[in-house]
Nanobody, 118 residues
Framework: QVQLVESGGGLVQPGGSLRLSCAAS????????MGWYRQAPGKQRELVAD???????NYADSVKGRFTISRDNAENTVYLQMNSLKSEDTAVYYC????????????WGQGTQVTVSS
């Protein structure tokens, strides 16, 4: 059974930091591209950042220079360090795992709420 369990969300003031974690089980973690997506109320889910199995990273323009994605293949965990948070970063953040080769499995976590407010 595949599980992606996010943690680390919460309420933070503008300018603050949070670190999200996503612990994966039931998959061969090192074979998967891991990503963080977010969905704000009334908006579509959007890619925040992702990291390939070899460690190549990709970021949305809105978070470049503020957020850092990383992975620990020994711990089957992907992280999202979020600094200089803004109110527009408020959303539910979801962890995603995609296997880029056959059978191209695609899994989602349950989401963790991040609220940036004073």
């Amino acid at each position: 059974q595949v599980q992606l369990v996010e943690s680390g969300g919460g309420l933070v003031q503008p300018g603050g930091s949070l670190r999200l974690s996503c612990a994966a089980s039931g998959i061969i973690f090192r074979l998967y591209r891991m990503g963080w997506y977010r969905q704000a109320p009334g908006k579509q889910r959007e890619l925040v950042a992702d990291i390939s199995s070899s460690g190549n990273t990709n970021y949305a323009d809105s978070v470049k220079g503020r957020f850092t994605i990383s992975r620990d293949n020994a711990e089957n965990t992907v992280y999202l360090q979020m600094n200089s948070l803004k109110s527009e970063d408020t959303a539910v953040y979801y962890c995603n795992a995609i296997r880029p080769t056959f059978p191209r499995n695609n899994y989602w976590g349950q989401g963790t709420q991040v609220t940036v407010s004073s």
